[in-house]
């Protein structure tokens, strides 16, 4: 057996709010042969559903309904209590960025976990009721290392590998993966709050590869690609959704699975999170099923908008264009198309931007993103037609330089308007003097007596002042 945890969870993933019940699904792993212990949930036992197995593992998912009179579950003797009532005040975390590229797992678990730490004495002192997880929850660019079809990926693609080679590939990228999701979910900090606040999860690049969807089509569409994304994408829901693939029509709004977004309603509350990897080309941000999720989705009372990568950004026409003049600058090319703002999705960026508008209509919408391990606030509009962008991210990825920081902050002051009327600006978060904190981070959102506000809060400089949604 190998030397990652063997035993984690119970990890709580959000399924639905019912009038007077709150439905989650818990995920346990334990030694594959052991059966886990006893789970009792609304005074009645809860069997467990066997989900998959890998490197002596076996995970396990128990469906649970958790009255509002009574919102607490046991297992294996161990009793935790759940926010089952989201219709009044409620406090919910958004957080992003849950690693790095390189040596992620060899890391410090006090330093690396400093932040899942500081969430979880919030959530100690003053319960959240939910947690958005807004992509990069592992970082997964180490893992085709080690093997002689994948080594060198993407760039050296091998050529026409045999079926007994791709299936030995496979066992080494599940292994792989199954190492980074234990590993990173059995942190100290992320699995006590994940036991108690169940969480939503969209994914980004680095869940399956750094750049995926923006690196070459040679590469991702190799039988090399195409496995890593299978593998990928079978961890990611079993992980971050507690799910396998006959389950994805009730948990997404595409029911072949073609995209992952998905679209829950809570009291006052619209949550959506498009998918906006699985489809993910050079030329496209979204194929037609992502697409169909955006049109039929209808603003409520109020919307947060997941987006993995900022949909509010600066101008990046000029970087961009500078950097494919440049040879020795033209392998970060992935970068900058994984963005919204790359002259590649321009017309998709105005596309979403234009949607988002439209569910504006019938109430705020606050779009809540990641990706780039810096804090920032961005404005869309103004009076009826404005809309929120908060950036939160990284929550245990360090920060960039402050330099880095600042430059970005310049790059933003030359505005931004992709559609009339409407510019976009990028502001500096409440208490902060420039437009990028350079910081760990993570996001607080409160509803106190019906109004949203914003809470970031950074490792150095501690909490902003609330700022109102």
Same mark, same amino acid.
């Given at each position: 057996?190998?030397?990652?945890?063997?035993?984690?969870?119970?990890?709580?993933?959000?399924?639905?709010?019912?009038?007077?019940?709150?439905?989650?699904?818990?995920?346990?792993?334990?030694?594959?042969?052991?059966?886990?212990?006893?789970?009792?949930?609304?005074?009645?036992?809860?069997?467990?559903?066997?989900?998959?197995?890998?490197?002596?593992?076996?995970?396990?998912?128990?469906?649970?309904?958790?009255?509002? /009179?009574? &919102?607490?579950?046991?297992? $294996?003797?161990?009793?935790?209590?759940?926010? #089952? +009532? *989201?219709?009044?005040? =409620? %406090?919910?975390?958004?957080?992003?960025?849950?690693?790095?590229?390189?040596?992620?797992?060899?890391?410090?678990?006090?330093?690396?976990?400093?932040?899942?730490?500081?969430?979880?004495?919030?959530?100690?002192?003053?319960?959240?009721?939910?947690?958005?997880?807004?992509?990069?929850?592992?970082?997964?660019?180490?893992?085709?290392?080690?093997?002689?079809?994948?080594? /060198?990926? &993407?760039?050296?693609?091998? $050529?026409?590998?045999?079926?007994?080679?791709? #299936? +030995? *590939?496979?066992?080494? =990228? %599940?292994?792989?993966?199954?190492?980074?999701?234990?590993?990173?979910?059995?942190?100290?900090?992320?699995?006590?709050?994940?036991?108690?606040?169940?969480?939503?999860?969209?994914?980004?690049?680095?869940?399956?590869?750094?750049?995926?969807?923006?690196?070459?089509?040679?590469?991702?569409?190799?039988?090399?690609?195409?496995?890593?994304?299978?593998?990928?994408?079978?961890?990611?829901?079993?992980?971050?959704?507690?799910?396998?693939?006959?389950?994805?029509?009730?948990?997404?709004?595409?029911?072949?699975?073609?995209?992952?977004?998905?679209?829950?309603?809570?009291?006052?509350?619209?949550?959506?999170?498009?998918?906006?990897?699985?489809?993910?080309?050079?030329?496209?941000?979204?194929?037609?099923?992502?697409?169909?999720?955006?049109?039929?989705?209808?603003?409520?009372?109020?919307?947060?908008?997941?987006?993995?990568?900022?949909?509010?950004?600066?101008?990046?026409?000029?970087?961009?264009?500078?950097?494919?003049?440049?040879?020795?600058?033209?392998?970060?090319?992935?970068?900058?198309?994984?963005?919204?703002?790359?002259?590649?999705?321009?017309?998709?960026?105005?596309?979403?931007?234009?949607?988002?508008?439209?569910?504006?209509?019938?109430?705020?919408?606050?779009?809540?993103?990641?990706?780039?391990?810096?804090?920032?606030?961005?404005?869309?509009?103004?009076?009826?037609?404005?809309?929120?962008?908060?950036?939160?991210?990284?929550?245990?990825?360090?920060?960039?330089?402050?330099?880095?920081?600042?430059?970005?902050?310049?790059?933003?002051?030359?505005?931004?308007?992709?559609?009339?009327?409407?510019?976009?600006?990028?502001?500096?978060?409440?208490?902060?003097?420039?437009?990028?904190?350079?910081?760990?981070?993570?996001?607080?959102?409160?509803?106190?007596?019906?109004?949203?506000?914003?809470?970031?809060?950074?490792?150095?400089?501690?909490?902003?002042?609330?700022?109102?949604?």
């Amino acid at each position: 057996m190998s030397s990652f945890p063997d035993r984690i969870g119970p990890i709580l993933y959000f399924r639905a709010a019912e009038a007077d019940a709150l439905r989650v699904a818990a995920l346990v792993v334990r030694p594959e042969g052991e059966t886990p212990g006893e789970m009792l949930a609304g005074g009645m036992g809860v069997a467990p559903l066997p989900l998959a197995a890998c490197e002596g593992r076996q995970l396990w998912r128990y469906d649970l309904t958790l009255p509002q /009179d009574a &919102p607490h579950y046991s297992f $294996e003797g161990s009793e935790r209590r759940v926010q #089952a +009532d *989201l219709s009044g005040d =409620l %406090r919910i975390a958004f957080v992003s960025c849950n690693g790095e590229e390189h040596g992620d797992l060899g890391r410090d678990a006090e330093e690396r976990n400093a932040m899942w730490q500081r969430l979880l004495g919030q959530h100690r002192a003053s319960a959240f009721g939910l947690m958005l997880m807004g992509g990069d929850q592992i970082y997964a660019d180490e893992a085709t290392d080690g093997h002689p079809l994948s080594d /060198d990926w &993407p760039d050296d693609i091998p $050529e026409s590998p045999t079926p007994a080679q791709l #299936a +030995d *590939l496979e066992r080494h =990228l %599940r292994a792989r993966f199954f190492e980074r999701y234990l590993s990173t979910f059995s942190a100290p900090g992320f699995s006590e709050v994940s036991a108690e606040v169940p969480a939503l999860c969209v994914w980004d690049d680095h869940d399956i590869c750094d750049g995926w969807g923006s690196l070459h089509r040679d590469a991702t569409r190799s039988a090399v690609g195409q496995l890593l994304f299978r593998v990928a994408r079978e961890t990611y829901l079993l992980f971050q959704h507690a799910a396998r693939e006959e389950d994805v029509p009730q948990l997404f709004l595409d029911p072949e699975g073609r995209s992952l977004s998905w679209r829950h309603e809570l009291p006052g509350l619209t949550l959506f999170g498009p998918d906006l990897r699985s489809e993910r080309g050079r030329r496209q941000v979204m194929g037609a099923p992502g697409w169909q999720g955006v049109t039929q989705t209808e603003g409520g009372p109020h919307t947060f908008l997941v987006s993995s990568v900022p949909l509010l950004g600066p101008r990046l026409s000029l970087i961009e264009g500078l950097m494919m003049a440049i040879p020795k600058m033209q392998k970060y090319e992935d970068d900058l198309r994984d963005q919204w703002q790359s002259r590649a999705h321009r017309d998709e960026w105005r596309r979403m931007l234009s949607e988002v508008l439209r569910m504006r209509r019938t109430g705020p919408v606050t779009v809540l993103s990641g990706e780039i391990h810096l804090a920032t606030r961005a404005e869309m509009g103004a009076g009826e037609h404005l809309i929120h962008q908060l950036v939160a991210s990284g929550i245990s990825h360090r920060a960039p330089p402050r330099a880095y920081a600042l430059g970005l902050g310049t790059l933003a002051g030359l505005g931004e308007a992709p559609l009339p009327e409407h510019p976009i600006r990028i502001r500096p978060l409440p208490g902060q003097s420039t437009r990028y904190a350079a910081e760990r981070n993570y996001l607080r959102l409160e509803r106190r007596s019906g109004q949203w506000r914003a809470i970031w809060e950074l490792e150095d400089s501690g909490p902003t002042p609330a700022m109102a949604l």
